[in-house]
């Protein structure tokens, strides 16, 4: 890539940047500053203080600390979404290369067609017929979420299984379930691994936007989507309130982003350097 | 190509077909009693009489079998018949076409813009290949990728329309409320167009022709000009396509902060009041219309590259 340096520079800040979210999250109940529903009634839409790290919000609740508590729902949640859709896309995408025939057709047209659905409407439409919380809101993120990684699962797959040990694994008699998990899983693992953490930060933006949209997380839970929507009528008074929460939300997902760059540069470099040996 | 075209052509009419099912059921998987739901979206109100409503029922047919049902609903929605609003106790028909002419040019204004902003920056990062130029295009615009469009859009209303007061900050009124959702919705279109300008451009740049007309001592200006930027901007095309396509429907989250009368407000109206007709043909449309799209921009990328081409069967 262009500079060494530069990338790695950046790559450690990204990590760095995410280490220090994901542990200030995971230990929101001990480290934050207020109990995410405390209301200090006399002390509403406070700018940022001494008192309230980044002010309060229209009912006097300190920001920090429900920045820290809403911050569990929306990662939690980007990250059950990114698991679930990376396993059926990669079991789907396997199965199809595996399988070919018409199998492999039908597998791949449905593909085609749940990619032209606009997700945002899918995810509406599941929401609205199967209610909200966290089950439907996982199903909504993964009806259309698994496609990428089918793709990308099936044209490993395909080019894994044209190579020789897979030939010879299957000639000296290794079952299909054997040569698929010893053989072409692990291939596969450190480009998916790159494809999921791409996908995590759409998943985590996603997450945000069915909850600011009041269709995700329901109070008294809240997460980052739905503390910026509730902070934007105050906007011109308390203009914190709606950049905190979309500053973790970009945060996350660009450190995220820019790690999964690195590693799907790195996975695609060792490949190809594997496919010359 | 004549295979290629008919598989496609069999997609399309799949994810049609798919979808409008999908929307049809809606008032059965729903709670409640599915005759009075379909019922109400033909007479735009509540019938409380049980022997009236077992009569319309009967005249509408909704004893018959499911399947053909669903062949009456899908024959009557495409000759124009989409049932009447919940809300509005209007033709739905009315109200999806207005809006997907507001969304249209949203979108197009938008991607315009994307276009208009990727063009200049996808070349320089190209033509500065792996230097500090290049470093700085492609690291600000991937960090757009990451920008949640709920969070740009209030941040510029905060600055536009509410401390400059030079925009207005909602509504869809005049050519300057255009501004403010079409660029949020740019944001990311931007920074995938650029990406595939830059790197169309840098494999345009290397190919053979480029450097024998160097080698003819055609001046670095001209040939960037003749040779490199129109193969350059292949991919940039098909990806235009795509955008365009998943845009009509992927404008909720915009089109509900500035309160844009397009598509994406009408669905997330539709969904938020149960409003299943109108919900029902605000689905069929967008979905239609972005099938179509996208099978007729991989036809004609086809056209323009055999070689391409043959990767997408």
Redesign the interface.
Known sequence: MCNVRTRITADRAALAVLAVVVLAVAAAPWIAPYAPEAQDLARRLAPPGPEHWLGTDHLGRDLLSRLLDGGRFSMLMAVAATVLTAVLGTAVGVASARRRGWLDEFLTRSNDVLLALPEMVVALFIVAAMGTGFGPLLIALTVTGWTPFARLARTLAYDVSARGFVEAARVVGCPPSFIVFRHILPHLAAPMLGQATLRFGQLLISVGALSYLGLGVQPPQSDWGSMLAAAQPYAERAPMGIIAPGLAIFLVALCVTLIGQHATAAARTKQEAVAHA | MLKFIARRT??LV??VL??SFAVFL?PY??PGDPVRKIIRSRVAGDVVDESVVQSLGQSLGLQDALFVQYLRWLGSFFSGDMGLSYVSRTPVVEQVMPALGVTVSLVTVALGAAVLASLPLGTAAALR??RRT??WI??VT??F????????A??L??LFA?KLAVLPSAGWNDASSVVLPAATLALRPASYFTAAVRSGMIDALSAEHVFAARARGLGRTRTVLDHVIPNGLLPLATLLAVWF??L???S??VE?IFAVPGM?RL??DA??N?DIPL?QGG?VV??AL??GI?TLADFVHRLLSPKAGAALV
């Open positions: 069999a997609t799949a994810a798919l979808s809606i998987v729903t290949q792996g290049d470093r492609t690291a991937q960090s990728i990451a920008m949640p469009e709920y969070w740009l209030p941040m209303v905060l509410l396509a998943g009509l429907g992927g909720v989250i509900v994406g669905l997330y969904v938020v149960s919900a689905v967008v979905v972005a099938v996208t």
